[in-house]
């Protein structure tokens, strides 16, 4: 859960939300011209939109259920813009040693007579056999994308959703908006001053304790994503890809970066990954930083916050 301080100046923030890309965005820009705001923000909203349709799953036309609808058979030449998507997508795998990962496995009867999978486990096996990003193959060359296994698919939920707030972001600048929040889900983007031209005053709370913030800090010209594991276990907890149960230990994670998308990309995988080796690998990374908290209410930090 995220919060913005607001402080009174000549200036005012003037918000709007919409349901986009399966989850609530709110986007607040500082003007003195309300109007104006609210023009500007019908064109971050076009650009999500348009984002949204680019990289939906549901969208039969997308380049991703192309390329889904193509695994295990053919490359498929993709547009500039999802192939770079990808292309990061897998950067980020291999930097997480692939706890993020945008490859998944559909469900699969058994050979034998279309008898179902037996038991969880094989099942399980089976589903972890299929995520697994280095059986995605990129052609730079020919921009071609090609899943080698049949039962592979691939989603950029996971990395989407950031990346349509820079995008909006970046809409936003080129029209001369120079300070704003964009808040969607548990992420949130800014960038400029907020009336009073100080920086924006970004608070991160414990998901699982409403209106209790574990961390302030004055931000600007970042993105902060929060994750959490809630209790008891549930299908919204974090899995581990690399055993495909739930991982403990680590309560939430709240990663500063650049962008929404390395942000937002950034905090699922250090659950798997746990305390020491999330933070060993933040830490070697420039212009980011993490806030970790485990499930005994513990506190950490990579070398760039201190709190």
Known sequence: MLAVKNLTDTKTTFSRDARLM????????VTDNPAWAL?????????????????????????????????????????????????????????????FDIAYGIP?????????????TKSL??????????????????QTVFLKNKAMRISLSAIGRGY???????VLQMQGVSSGVII???????????????????????ACKVGEVYAQMDISNMALSTSYNAAPINSNMQ????????????KS????APTAEMAGAMTAPMFSMGINTALYMVNKLNQIACVVIDDHERVYTSKHIQL
């Open 22 to 29: 399966g989850t609530g965005f709110d986007f607040k820009l």
């Open 39 to 99: 023009e500007r923000i019908e064109e971050a909203i076009a650009e999500i939109s348009r984002i949204e349709k680019l990289l939906s799953t549901f969208n039969e036309d997308s380049s991703i259920s192309q390329i889904n609808r193509n695994a295990g058979v053919a490359p498929v030449r993709v547009d500039a813009e999802t192939y770079r998507l990808i292309d990061r997508a897998l950067q980020i795998s291999t930097l997480t040693y692939g706890t």
């Open 108 to 120: 699969q009867n058994e050979e034998d007579g279309g008898v179902a999978v037996a038991t969880k």
């Open 125 to 142: 096996k089976k589903k972890i056999s299929l995520t697994n990003y280095t059986n995605i193959v990129l052609n730079e060359t020919k």
């Open 164 to 170: 349509a707030a820079d995008r909006a972001k970046v």
């Open 184 to 206: 969607f889900g548990s992420d949130m983007l800014t960038w400029g001053l907020q009336p009073g031209n100080t920086p924006w005053t970004i608070g991160a709370a414990d």
């Open 239 to 250: 899995i581990n890809n690399a055993t495909g149960f739930p991982v403990s230990a680590i």
């Open 253 to 256: 994670v709240s990663i500063l």
